[in-house]
């Protein structure tokens, strides 16, 4: 027999397990299949849909000395400490520009600004993430409180928490994020990085190319002469 107190405790992880599934399904561009968090298991390897081609990211892993050569102490404490910071006196709770918001640790971009909105909480809140396995969402009950953590699925640094109260947005989950765990990249920093990426690669900008002989055919054969 199973006594009383197995049962609440058995109905409170069930009531998790249905939570993280939630907020997974709600996450555009992620077909809503059985398969479950990327935690689990590397799909990118099974290969077994024809359609999933999801983009797992390459892992960062950093000893504990590492990490704390590169994070600060309060981004330390929260990112790799599974922390939280204190609501409203934080960098991004009032933060609406253009842009995306990056894991702090490893660089990872995980919120894109459009999908920000002002939940009254405290802290950043994101209705989405950006597509693709960008972070990982596990049962959390510590503190007393259910929960569900989310933490970046790159370098493995816990990032908040998802709660299915925000009937406002279109997902309905509110992606509650520690500023710290975040850095912000203003959209024209981006545009600009992009560029730079573009020469590297080796491409010209497209103004300037002639056109292309599969396009123009005709064209080219009088430049010929
Ligand atoms: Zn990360």
């Not at 009937?167 to 990085?193: D, E, H, M, Y």
């Not at 573009?198 to 002639?210: N, Y």
Request: glycine share 6%; charged share 25%; proline share 8%.
């Amino acid at each position: 027999m199973i006594p009383p107190r197995s049962l609440t405790l058995l109905s409170v992880l069930l009531l998790i397990g249905a939570s993280v599934v939630a907020a997974q399904t709600e996450r555009p561009a992620e077909p809503a299949s059985s398969d479950k968090p990327a935690a689990n298991s590397p799909s990118a390897q099974s290969g077994t849909s024809p359609k999933s081609e999801k983009q797992q990211p390459e892992k960062v892993v950093r000893t504990e000395k590492e990490w704390r050569k590169t994070l600060t102490r309060e981004q330390f404490r929260v990112l790799r400490g599974k922390g939280t910071e204190a609501p409203f006196r934080n960098k991004y709770d009032r933060h609406f520009k253009p842009g995306t918001y990056a894991c702090a640790a490893c660089g990872q971009e995980l919120f894109a600004s459009d999908t920000k909105f002002n939940s009254g909480c405290g802290w950043p809140a994101f209705y989405t993430t950006m597509a693709g396995d960008r972070i990982n969402l596990t049962p959390d009950v510590s503190n007393g409180m259910i929960r569900t953590e989310v933490t970046c699925a790159r370098c493995d640094s816990h990032l908040g928490h998802v709660f299915r109260d925000a009937p406002q947005t279109p997902t309905g989950n509110r992606f509650c994020i520690n500023s710290v765990s975040l850095k912000f990249i203003p959209a024209s920093a981006q545009q600009k990085r992009a560029k730079q990426e573009r020469r590297k690669a080796g491409r010209k900008p497209p103004a300037e190319t002639k056109p292309e002989t599969d396009k123009g055919s005709s064209e080219s054969d009088d430049s010929g002469s």
